[in-house]
């Protein structure tokens, strides 16, 4: 994994700024991806497909419904789309409660860019696989993102904060 990536990985809400670089790295979608997010019925829900796929492209987490959404990013992703952006902050007008869709959205995301949830046997693994990372190693500060890394490098959606920390203890 490029170095770069490593203070994206695990963020929980867009940036307030976005570069050049970060919208085309992350926003800017291949032609197998287009297909996908063209597949939705309304503009609206392309856009926010869209933003969730760069998103968890970008953090390797899904994008909670109460997250601001930088205008600049709208227009980017408007302009990939062929569509109007939305004169929406944040994406809790589009979702309105319906959390539903929100999972939807989400799960689309991640089969759209081969990611999954993370299995049982997975689990395990990572529990052996930070027991052999803590031998002769006292300082486990660096264990959460590297605990980030790994699930990022197999396209594992990376869990909440806290369930990393049960696994740093567990090990």
Known sequence: MDHWRLAYLGIRQVPRELSEF?????????KRERVAIDSRRTDLFRLAVA?????????GRPLGSYKQIPTV???????QLNVKPPDLGTLRSLYD???KTLSDHQRFAR?????????EHQRRYV??????QLTGRPERGQLTN????????????????RMLRQFVVQA
């Open 146 to 161: 590297d605990l980030k890394r790994w699930f990022y490098e197999h396209r594992i959606v990376i869990p909440p904060e």
């Open 51 to 59: 933003l969730h796929i760069g998103f968890l492209r970008m953090t």
């Open 111 to 119: 089969d759209a860019i081969n990611f999954r949830a993370i299995a």
């Open 97 to 99: 409660g319906n959390l």
């Open 22 to 30: 970060e919208l085309a790295t992350f926003f800017t979608f291949s």
């Open 73 to 79: 990013l709208w227009r980017h992703l408007g302009r």
């Open 127 to 132: 529990i052996r696989w930070l027991k052999e």
